[in-house]
């Protein structure tokens, strides 16, 4: 399970208690700052939206089997199967490739616009 998900079913656990006490409230807030400090020198390569699956899987738009839940356990395990298969050798390859001193006219990794 991603980090990510975890803290949101925590904090979706936490609002939907009757009676939380504040040091719940405390510690998702202390866990929710650690997370902003790291996503601070982190860059974002895709996000996942609802309409894209609901078109993928030819649902209409607002199917309600597509709900929160659904949408961060598809893209936790889409972050894994991501990081497990293509990405750190495709990181290694780019990023060696846009350095200034291996920039060339002709680039080994074609650009997708």
């Not at 709900?67 to 889409?78: G, H, Q, R, Y």
């Amino acid at each position: 399970m991603s980090i990510y998900r975890d803290l949101y079913l925590t904090a979706k656990k936490l609002v939907e208690s009757k009676d939380p006490t504040i040091n719940e409230f405390n510690a998702l807030l202390q866990e929710l700052a650690s997370r902003v400090a790291f996503c601070h020198n982190s860059f974002p390569i895709t996000s996942l939206a609802k309409s894209e699956v609901a078109n993928l899987l030819k649902l209409k738009d607002g199917d309600a089997r597509l709900t929160d839940e659904f949408m961060v356990e598809l893209a936790s395990k889409m972050a894994s199967d991501y990081t497990e298969q293509l990405y750190w050798s495709s990181l290694q390859i780019i990023a060696e490739d846009l350095l200034p001193e291996n920039r060339s006219t002709e680039r080994r990794v074609p650009s997708h616009k």
